[in-house]
């Protein structure tokens, strides 16, 4: 019979999608075929699956943790913001459409359907399920209808453990008190609780530990220490990015603004991990640095108003001079938009129907249609002879003159846009850096001499993350926690 448990957080961040792909490799390396599950999440950073869906790129890690392609019913609902208080909503790997948060608040749990749909669907293909939480289900404002914390614990009869964040302070008060204001159903619903994020000698916390167990009757089930190998997987959230505006490292210097609705920013992973790349996140406030080498535009789930608010920073302007000292552009997806001449949104699908000026720096012009690109791809890179792979993820069909000097070839055909003098180039395919040929020969273009492999180091870490969790975790005793999966 098919088991499954949940990680919930007493917050946002606590590190509950790391160690849900921790555990996840601990239980594949112990036999238990695994698979993740996240009853709703909220991310602009996603990935596109086998099935011709997305899902949020934490449930794409887990599932290469469990040694699986990734499936869009280990994430049913995925809300991707596209301004401070609306998303798209994509049921199933699929755009439902766009809410505003007080609609999506009263509407949620017409979406459990699809979410218990998709959670037993996955369980007839493994041992055990691991469920992520969101948030946390101390958001009592927010537990009417909830379908991602114990509002789909209770509905699916799933046993939760409760994480807790030490580093930011707080902790006993983040346990002790999300007890304290659940009702008593959800109450019961947890089974035990984990500390994670500890820095220094943990023996100092053994009381702390002791106290939280003693107030709430859950025993614990670890203070788990800070995992230094962190940087090596991909970040899930927008506030996880490497703030480094001003890291006057050494080596090639890649400049990346950093706009308010940026999305599939994994893309710098990569280019975060080489030792011969100063990639600097450039934040609001701050001007695109004169010694950059590259700026990279990477994706937006807003283009126009995130085009706007790089005009409003002045970078613009910034690279208009970084290109006449010499400087290269590369825009992936929604940054290849803003590069054109002009983008036009006819049908209203980022806000008022109309039509912008682009940057200017490509000739091509973008019209954003409602079909939604969702593809896996393979292709070359034709100026360097190496192949490649990545996914598309966007909406809008871009032509234009500079089109015919595509930067990639897909199946023969050319795709995204160079302009004549090679400075400026675009296209709509995300993770082409993970690549390891491709990365080696762009970035030799800028003097860079790669050896990294890279899906090797995140292989490495996800081990090294496993390794982790069993050795300050009750695995044991977490696994013996999962319940019997309720067939409806």
């Not at 459409?97 to 998709?118: C, I, R, W, Y």
């Not at 890291?247 to 994994?266: E, K, Q």
């Not at 080489?274 to 640095?289: A, F, K, S, T």
Request: hydrophobic share 40%.
């Amino acid at each position: 019979m098919t088991k499954a448990i949940m990680i919930q957080g007493t917050g946002s961040n606590v590190g509950k999608s790391m160690i849900v792909a921790g555990l996840i490799r601990a239980a594949v390396r112990r036999g238990v075929e695994t698979r993740p599950f996240k009853p709703q999440n909220m991310s602009n950073n996603a990935a596109v699956t086998e099935d011709g869906g997305e899902i949020g790129r934490a449930q794409a890690l887990q599932a290469r943790a469990a040694g699986v392609a990734p499936h869009t019913d280990m994430n049913p609902i995925l809300l991707k913001p596209q301004s401070a208080t609306g998303a798209q909503v994509i049921v199933q790997g699929q755009i439902a459409g766009h809410q505003e948060a007080a609609a999506f608040g009263k509407n949620k749990a017409t979406l459990m359907p699809a979410v218990l749909q998709s959670f037993h669907r996955l369980a007839d293909t493994c041992d055990l399920i691991i469920v992520e939480g969101a948030g946390s289900p101390a958001e009592t404002n927010l537990r009417s209808g909830d379908i991602a914390n114990m509002g789909f614990a209770r509905a699916a009869e799933v046993p939760v453990i409760l994480m807790g964040d030490i580093d930011r302070g707080g902790v006993i008060a983040q346990i002790v008190g999300t007890q304290a204001v659940l009702e008593p159903e959800d109450q019961a619903m947890i089974k035990g609780f984990s500390v994670n994020k500890f820095r220094g000698d943990r023996s100092l916390f053994d009381a702390g530990r002791d106290d939280i167990a003693a107030r709430t009757g859950w025993p614990s089930l670890g203070v788990i220490p800070w995992f230094d190998q962190a940087h090596r997987l991909p970040a899930e959230d927008v506030m996880d990015l490497p703030a480094r505006s001003q890291s006057g490292g050494a080596g090639c210097v890649i400049a990346v603004p950093r706009l308010p609705r940026i999305s599939n920013f994994d893309d710098l992973d990569p280019l975060s991990a080489e030792p011969g790349v100063d990639l600097r996140v450039i934040e609001p406030g701050h001007p695109l640095p004169g010694d950059a080498d590259l700026v990279l535009l990477v994706g937006s789930k807003a283009t126009i108003s995130d085009l706007a608010a790089l005009r409003a920073e002045g970078w613009d302007v910034d690279i208009k001079a970084h290109l006449r000292r010499g400087g290269r552009v590369l825009g992936l997806c929604g940054g290849y938009q803003m590069l054109g001449r002009t983008i036009a949104d006819p049908h209203g699908i980022e806000g008022m129907p109309g039509t912008v000026e682009g940057l200017g720096h490509l000739e091509v012009d973008t019209v954003m249609e409602p079909i939604k690109h969702l593809s896996l791809k393979q292709g070359t890179h034709p100026a360097s002879g190496t192949s490649l792979q990545g996914y598309e993820i966007h909406i809008g069909e871009t032509t234009g003159s500079d089109c015919a000097r595509g930067w990639l070839v897909f199946e023969g055909q050319r795709a995204g846009a160079t302009r004549p003098d090679g400075q400026v180039a675009g296209c709509y395919l995300h993770g082409i850096f993970n690549s390891d040929g491709f990365r080696k020969a762009y970035l030799q273009g800028f003097g860079v001499t790669s050896t990294l492999a890279f899906d090797a180091g995140v292989d490495a870490a996800l081990d090294a993350l496993a390794d982790h969790v069993e050795r300050y975790m009750d695995v044991g005793l977490f696994l013996s926690l999962a319940a019997g999966v309720q067939r409806p």
